[in-house]
């Protein structure tokens, strides 16, 4: 089991402010411009950098659960995969 710091903030955890951006871009059916999102991003607290923002993204990107295209956003959409039998 991985012990966390006694002094660290949970707050700036990459997981925790990336679940801040998908629900800033669910609000958003489509598109959304990656100005836009960093902007709530960084409004929401004080400590919180543009640095930490394109980490966060790179972190989603990387996860598959964000598409970026022309500096926009976007959720990718959930595909249910289907398992195929051995013989088909």
Not at 13 to 37: C, P
Not at 39 to 52: A, C, G, H, I
Not at 56 to 66: A, K, M, R
Request: proline fraction near 5%; glycine fraction near 2%.
């Amino acid at each position: 089991m991985i012990l966390p710091h006694p002094e660290t903030d949970f707050s700036l955890n990459i997981l925790v402010v990336s679940a801040d951006i998908i629900r800033e871009l669910k609000k958003h059916k489509k598109t959304i411009f990656l100005e836009k999102t960093m902007q709530s991003f960084l409004k929401k607290d004080v400590k919180r950098t543009p640095d930490l923002f394109i980490k966060c993204l790179v972190f989603l990107y990387s996860v598959g659960l964000i598409e970026y295209n022309d500096f926009k956003l976007k959720l990718t959409p959930k595909e249910s995969y289907i398992q195929l039998e051995m013989f088909e």
